[in-house]
């Protein structure tokens, strides 16, 4: 047989196992699925916010759906297009291979990534995580990419494959609270004692505080910008990491109020350089006036 002959019936063999009302089919398939994944993730997330202590779970679940409905629409989709004789999945498989290995690598290291993501768990959709000066709540992980939205509102998309080689740090971990650390700083010379207390009593109070779960204040002596200061770091747990602004931000008006209540001053060296600097314009002034009388 001519080897053209042959080429030429083994392309008409490919594209006769294309089943033309099959591909209608499958694109109905593909809309069909679709319209079921943004169904049931849009429930589930509605659902969470009616039930909040299952939202991250709720979320995790809508992850796997998502995952799982997509695949086999997709495998549904082309079952229903193609005639999978031997010879058409030999010669699938084949095109398949050289594709992913050169023009689609990276998306299919990209979709392997996911899969890994989403067995090992570094991190879920819900987490507070940091990566690579990026930090915000795990929105989404998708077959591709995972979406990240930080505190100020920005989306950011970070491909799979990413996550397989950096490091990333997750907050909270799948849990719904989360270890927030704040720092205030008042003089060397202050009272640290009735300090310590007014911190304790602004986190204690706070209705964001998780109290369930133990909280600290630590205080410690250094050198900040210039100038020697004791530090108060409080370590509590937020109820909710949605609420970890808003958590930092009363906790920090709480204890900003209680110090100036009790006359209790930050770091004293610039106010002192101030005070210093007047002093001596005013003397310098002094001296002049009597030079010139």
């Known amino acids: 047989m001519d080897p053209s002959q042959a080429n030429a019936g083994g392309g008409a063999s490919i594209f006769d196992a294309i089943q033309v009302s099959g591909v209608a089919a499958g694109v109905v398939v593909l809309l069909v699925t679709w319209f079921i994944v943004s169904f049931s993730t849009g429930t589930l997330q509605r659902v969470g916010k009616r039930i909040p202590e299952r939202r991250l779970q709720l979320a995790q679940v809508a992850t796997l759906l998502r995952f799982a409905l997509y695949i ?10 193609v005639r999978l004789s031997r010879e058409v999945l030999l010669a699938i498989t084949g095109t398949a291979a050289v594709t992913i290995g050169f023009a ?3 998306l299919a290291a990209s979709i392997l990534a996911g899969i890994i993501i989403i067995v090992d ?6 987490d507070r995580v940091s990566f690579e000066g990026a930090y915000g709540e795990i929105t989404a992980i998708g077959l591709r990419s995972v979406r990240l939205v930080t505190l100020d509102d920005n989306v950011v998309t970070i491909p799979n494959n990413k996550f397989l080689t950096d490091m990333v740090s997750s907050g909270n971990w799948g849990a719904l609270d989360m270890l927030i650390q704040m720092d205030f700083y008042i003089g060397a010379d202050q009272d640290f004692a009735l300090a310590k207390q007014l911190v304790s009593e602004a986190v204690t109070s706070c209705r964001y505080v998780y109290s ?3 909280w600290v204040v630590w205080v410690s002596q250094l050198v ?4 020697f200061a004791t530090r108060l770091r409080a370590k509590a747990y937020v109820l909710d990491v949605k609420y970890e602004s808003a958590f930092q931000t009363d906790v920090t008006e709480r204890v900003l109020t209680a110090f100036r209540e009790h006359g209790i001053a930050p770091p004293a060296l ?12 005013n003397g310098t002034s002094t001296q002049r006036q009597q030079r010139i009388s």
């Open 104 to 106: 689609l690598k990276d």
């Open 212 to 214: 369930k779960k133990p």
């Open 72 to 81: 086999g629409g997709i495998l549904l989709a082309v079952s229903v297009s």
């Open 121 to 126: 768990r570094p991190f879920q959709v819900g």
């Open 224 to 227: 900040h910008e210039s100038y």
């Open 270 to 281: 610039l106010h002192r350089g101030m005070s210093a600097s007047a002093n001596a314009s």
